[in-house]
């Protein structure tokens, strides 16, 4: 891919080195705005090897940073606005597996994030318009 190839996302942060790693946990962080859902993973966090990755897709953006502590959810009561947290890597027998890899995209609308597992499943993160969406395939 080129600079000018408009398949190649905005990347922020330094993106994790995945392969070979073991999936130790994946969290969606939802958006919730007075009971109804907006986004069903506006944060993801990544556990490989015992290390944290906070992912974030935005405005076709994808941004990426290590933390050192584990995600918990939280709530702006006074907005109406909560954060759950959805345990994707025990909902869908990720725990354990490896990453053999990951692909990142832009599209017209946003990005998406690829993730490619030893047992040949994937798990697709696709951001557009500010809203993220995920399938497991």
């Known amino acids: 891919m080129t600079a000018l190839d408009s398949s190649v996302p905005d990347i922020t942060g330094a993106p994790p080195i995945l392969s070979g790693r073991t999936c130790n946990g994946l969290i969606c962080e939802q958006f919730w705005d007075h009971g109804a859902l907006h986004s069903a993973a506006s944060v993801i966090y990544v556990k490989a090897d015992e290390i944290w990755h906070r992912l974030v897709l935005d405005a076709g953006i994808i941004h990426w940073r290590e933390q050192s ?16 947290h959805l345990d994707l890597a025990n909902q869908e027998e990720l725990i354990g597996l490896e990453f053999t890899g990951y692909v990142m995209r832009a599209s017209e609308s946003g990005c998406s994030v690829e993730f490619e ?12 318009r500010d809203v993220v969406t995920w399938a497991v395939i």
């Open 69 to 84: 502590v584990s995600p918990e959810p939280w709530e702006v009561a006074e907005e109406g606005w909560a954060y759950p």
């Open 117 to 128: 597992f030893s047992d040949s499943r994937r798990l697709i993160f696709q951001e557009a």
